[in-house]
């Protein structure tokens, strides 16, 4: 886990504020002991209908809203299983199942450390239609700002490419409600769902934790899809 002063050190800014640190940091810290996440039996499924309530952040999405299989994925962007699926398998799932309306894919926030918190506060406040291309980015670049010396610092950089100026960035990761809906969203996925790992996927209602490769996808996909 990255602490608190590695994620501040280096910036040179005015970077993350108190303001910023206490939202980041959230009422009980981070971390899944220190959130207080006690994951369920690892029930092989949960209830579909459930999984899809509305929850403490409106669901980002992607595909046709009537597709006849909906994947829920829990993710840390700082986890490297999660940046290896986004590599592989994340093109064939969305060209071969999102894009042809066969798949609804959902992302779901379960930040393993306040840098991924951080990440993911970003992509939240990137603006209509901009999550899904901020994740992309941060996930492809994963090496270059989640495991530096000064992943503030890189952090800001990529924001600035997106367009968003430093004062949006500061602005964003001194939200402390948006910081306490994610931790809310990610201890739900433990306590209600079982989440104890990322990634963790629900393909309607079936738990498949791993980085599922292209060739699981496919055998996971054929039966519930048929002649689709």
């Known amino acids: 886990m990255i602490d608190r002063r590695r994620f501040l050190e280096g910036t040179g800014t005015a970077l993350l504020t108190a303001a910023a640190l206490l939202a980041l940091s959230g009422p009980r810290g981070l971390g899944l002991g220190e959130l207080g996440f006690i994951g369920q039996a690892d029930a092989q499924t949960v209830d579909a209908a459930k999984l899809l309530e509305a929850g403490p952040l409106p669901d980002q999405w992607l595909g046709k809203a009537d597709a006849p ?13 999660c940046a290896h699926f986004h590599a592989t398998t994340w093109p064939v799932l969305k060209e071969k199942y999102i894009d042809t309306g066969k798949v609804r894919f959902v992302l779901r926030e379960f930040p393993l450390d306040i840098v991924a918190k951080a990440a993911f506060m970003l992509a939240r406040c990137s603006g209509e239609g901009k999550y899904y291309p901020m994740v992309d980015t941060l996930f492809d670049n994963q090496k270059n700002w989640a495991f530096t010396n000064n992943p503030a610092q890189a952090l ?15 602005a964003c990761l001194s939200d402390a409600k948006l910081a306490g809906e994610i931790d809310q969203t990610a201890k739900r996925g433990a306590d209600d769902f079982g989440v104890d790992s990322t990634p963790t996927f629900y393909i309607n209602g079936k738990k498949v934790p791993g980085a599922i490769s292209p060739e699981e996808l496919d055998k996971e996909l054929a039966p519930l899809l048929g002649a689709n």
């Open 69 to 81: 299989v909906t994947i829920v994925e829990y993710a840390s962007m700082t986890c490297g299983h």
């Open 156 to 170: 800001l950089a990529i924001a600035k490419q997106s367009g968003m100026t430093e004062q949006q960035f500061n």
